[in-house]
Structures are given as structure tokens and as C-alpha cells.
T-cell receptor
Framework: GAGVSQSPRYKVAKRGQDVALRCDPI?????LFWYQQALGQGPEFLTY????????KSGLPSDRFFAERPEGSVSTLKIQRTQQEDSAVYLC???????????FGQGTRLTVV | AQSVTQPDIHITVSEGASLELRCNYS??????LFWYVQSPGQGLQLLLK??????LVQGIKGFEAEFKRSQSSFNLRKPSVHWSDAAEYFC????????FGAGTTVTVRA
């Protein structure tokens, strides 16, 4: 596609519910990133993939957060047993290779009630 | 550890006036530096980046930034602001893993 696509754009989850957020990167982009952006803050790094390999997951805030990219293209960020503090915009970005310009999707706004 | 500080939370500027947004960074090696813009409900768009070489970097939409190693700064400038420049601006540092500042909201008054 022309850009990074994320779905859904908005998600409301009840506390304790599991959610899955999808990211379709730009075709052919090797690197894929997930960021979390709380209200009024800058994005914070969650995790990084090179193809299907998750090379850095140092930013995942707890073991309730899990990301995968099984075929090296589409990625899913899963949050188990959602908590109110998980409410944020989740941004996905992709780049041609590591160290080149990253293109961001519009994000998924998650609200946990 | 890498980090970014954007000292100004909110700046109001008149249309046609000049704009400067401040950014200070902390990074262990030669930094890769970026400025992104985010409009409401939109993703981040890259304005410009610095990897090496000329310390004055030109970007899109008439923006430029100057890297000053001695001051650990990477300030963004635009000589004449347009109403469409109203947005949130983020400075970031890193190679593959970016650390972002908290952002500066720019309001443009007619």
C-alpha cells in the first residue's frame, strides 16, 4: 500500500479484556516498530522487528504486552487483561531498512473503560 | 541513555512571523536527530533529519534545523509561518529506536 495502515483506528475495551492491534507496513519494508503515545506525551518505543525477528522488546511495559510479525510483513500488538493505564495511541512505523526514514501510521487509539 | 527535552510546551506565533522550536538531546555517540510534525488525528510526518555532514539541515514545508554539538541542541526554525503549520512538533534522537521529546504545540494566530 501507499502508507502504513493500522486497524482499528479506535478501540474501546473493558478492563480485563484482551485486544489485538494490527499494522500493515509499507510493502518491502524490513523494519517495523511499535510506539505508545499517552495523551499529551511524545511516543515511547515499545518494540522493533527486522523481518520476522523481534530484535528489541525492551520497551514493552509488562508481560501483558506481546507483539508478533510471523511472516515478516503484517504485525500484531496484543495486550492481555487491559488496564486503564494502557489507554493510549499505539503507533506503528516501518522503514526500508534499519537506520532509514521511518514512516508512521495514523495509530490506533485504545481506550480502556 | 538517550533522551530529548523540548523546553517549550506551547508556542503561539502570528501568521507570517518566524518560528523557532527548541530541542536539547542526550546521546552517547554521534546522534541521529529528527523533527516530526503531528496534526490532530494524524500520524507523525518527518520534517527533516540529521545524520552527519552539514549542520544546517533543510526539510519539507520550508523548515530547517541546526545541529550544535557543543550545546547538544537541534533547534527547528521557519522564517515565515503559515496557518497550516499549527500542529504538534516532536524532536527525536536515536538510530533505529527513537526517543521523543514531549512535544511543542504550535498555535498560529491570524
Amino acid at each position: 500500500g501507499a502508507g502504513v495502515s493500522q486497524s482499528p483506528r479506535y478501540k474501546v475495551a473493558k478492563r480485563g479484556q484482551d485486544v489485538a492491534l494490527r499494522c500493515d507496513p509499507i510493502s518491502g519494508h524490513v523494519s517495523l516498530f511499535w510506539y505508545q503515545q499517552a495523551l499529551g506525551q511524545g511516543p515511547e518505543f515499545l518494540t522493533y522487528f527486522q523481518n520476522e525477528a523481534q530484535l528489541d522488546k525492551s520497551g514493552l511495559p509488562s508481560d501483558r504486552f506481546f507483539a508478533e510479525r510471523p511472516e515478516g510483513s503484517v504485525s500484531t500488538l496484543k495486550i492481555q487483561r487491559t488496564q486503564q493505564e494502557d489507554s493510549a495511541v499505539y503507533l506503528c512505523a516501518s522503514s526500508r531498512t534499519r537506520g532509514t526514514e521511518a514512516f508512521f501510521g495514523q495509530g490506533t487509539r485504545l481506550t480502556v473503560v | 541513555a538517550q533522551s530529548v527535552t523540548q523546553p517549550d510546551i506551547h508556542i503561539t506565533v502570528s501568521e507570517g512571523a518566524s518560528l523557532e522550536l527548541r530541542c536539547n538531546y542526550s546521546y552517547g555517540a554521534t546522534p541521529y536527530l529528527f523533527w516530526y510534525v503531528q496534526s490532530p488525528g494524524q500520524g507523525l510526518q518527518l520534517l527533516l533529519k540529521y545524520f552527519s555532514g552539514d549542520t544546517l539541515v533543510q526539510g519539507i514545508k520550508g523548515f530547517e534545523a541546526e545541529f550544535k554539538r557543543s550545546q547538544s541542541s537541534f533547534n527547528l526554525r521557519k522564517p515565515s509561518v503559515h496557518w497550516s503549520d499549527a500542529a504538534e512538533y516532536f524532536c527525536a534522537v536515536g538510530d533505529y529506536k527513537l526517543s521523543f521529546g514531549a512535544g511543542t504545540t504550535v498555535t498560529v494566530r491570524a
